[in-house]
């Protein structure tokens, strides 16, 4: 076998090895930015919904707590906590299989998957914000300007 040949297979290995590897575990934990005036019940629906349109199973649901599943492929499963209040919210993985968990460092699918979660979660919260803000004035200008005048 050539020495080029061989430093090929080498390097083609390496890279395979890399582009499979775990990374740290990802476990958002976040305040509510004080921008966002939201109220407990807002912030289970912002989850919920984002959890519903990342293709997410809700398993329970609990006045502190959703617990959710994913399974892609019908092979890679991850489950997670979500305790939240109307101030924070934190995804704490609980489970999986087939991502390769181990000593704090998981398949970067699963990452991936909490990241734009945690994202969507809180776009669905500014955009509440906004549309509440938004009505606000509506509701001001309807009172400073009724209609006729």
Known sequence: MSSLFRATLIVLALLSTAACTSKPMYTPNRVIPATIQASQEQVKQAILKNLVA????????????????????GQFHAEIDIP??????????????DLDYKDGKIHKNYI?????????ILRELRDNQNERTAQQLSDAATKSFPAGQ
């Open 112 to 120: 991936r998957w909490v990241r734009l979660l945690d994202k969507g």
């Open 54 to 73: 990342r293709k997410w199973t809700v398993q329970r649901i609990s006045p502190e707590l959703i617990q959710a599943e994913i399974t892609v492929r």
């Open 84 to 97: 939240y209040s109307a101030s924070t919210y934190k995804i704490v993985y609980r489970d999986s299989r």
